[in-house]
């Protein structure tokens, strides 16, 4: 009898724990795998909901208590096969959503309390995002599959104009070299030069003269390649350049790269179209796989409504 007891005394005295490490207006409304989730938790996930995504406060709650369960739950899968997920990774994709929205870190972090969200909200949502996303990688790397049947009738479904092209790039790649442990002053004078030599980049064949003005640029070919071996974001920054032009500069291991655009054409070819099906019937299997694993992962878990 006292060995059944154990378990029993031994919640207990967790929850009570829990509870008095929380600030006295928190109340625990969720339990899971002995993780509390406060009231104050699901307030500040509803609130960040019905910012990004425009939901009303009544649907943002309940929407916010099953995402901050799935979290935990995301979390201590995590945890069971080996994925730990840094601050620094945190911080890099929180930086990383300011500059696709043009803000600084600190900007975004006062837009977030601007509508009554703390920064370290959208940071705890992005953590459970990166591990459950390293999750799948470890579990489904490799194993997605699409039938060709599949393909073919998504097919048969588009324009036969369509289908029938595809565009060609003839790339160069462009580094103004940084070497490494230079100073701040020196990184930020490289990237000065990069952007002018950006502007003044009237073309492939003329960029000789442009080039030798500089110290330590590194022309590349990349040759000729098919849209669809472009990573999406590169492929769309391309896309919308005329030829003789440059990508805005990224920064590498070695320096900061630009992509010179030195011609384009179409070819004959269903490829671009065939791929790019292919790419949306895999990711939507992914997300049906990562459904049912979430799912199976719950059903292991100890989740406590009260």
Not at 92 to 97: D, R, S
Request: contains cysteine.
């Amino acid at each position: 009898m006292r060995l059944r007891l154990v378990p029993v005394l031994f919640g207990l005295i967790l929850a009570l724990a829990v509870q008095a490490q929380m600030p006295a207006h928190a109340a625990i409304k969720v339990i899971v795998n002995d993780v509390p989730i406060t009231d104050y938790d699901i307030s500040q996930r509803a609130r960040l909901i019905v910012l990004t995504q425009r939901k009303s406060a009544a649907a943002a709650k309940q929407q916010a208590q099953e995402e901050l369960v799935d979290d935990q739950v995301k979390l201590a899968e995590a945890k069971r096969v080996g994925v730990d997920i840094g601050q620094s990774q945190v911080d890099n994709a929180f930086n990383n959503i300011a500059r696709n929205i043009k803000m600084s870190p600190a900007q975004l972090s006062g837009a977030l309390r601007k509508g009554g969200v703390q920064p370290e909200a959208l940071k705890q949502r992005l953590k459970a995002q990166l591990a459950w996303s390293e999750v799948l990688q470890r579990r489904f790397s490799g194993r997605i599959e699409v039938d060709e049947s599949d393909i073919i009738a998504e097919l048969k479904k588009t324009d036969e104009a369509e289908r029938q092209k595809s565009i060609e790039y003839n790339l160069k790649r462009i580094i103004v070299v940084v070497p490494k442990n230079s100073s701040g002053g020196f990184k930020s004078k490289r990237k000065s030069e990069s952007n002018q030599i950006r502007s003044s980049f009237s073309g492939c064949d003329t960029s000789g003269e442009l080039l030798g003005k500089y110290q330590e640029v590194v022309v590349q070919p990349i040759g000729h390649r098919l849209e669809t071996e472009l990573p999406e974001d590169l492929r769309k920054e391309i896309g919308s350049m005329q030829t003789g032009e440059l990508t805005k500069p990224s920064t590498t291991p070695v320096g900061y790269e630009m992509i010179a655009l030195c011609g384009k054409r179409e070819i004959a070819s269903d490829i671009a179209v065939r791929t790019k099906l292919e790419n949306e019937l895999r990711a939507k299997e992914g997300e049906s796989q990562s459904r049912r694993y979430l799912m199976e992962v719950r059903r292991r878990a100890t989740i406590i409504y009260r």
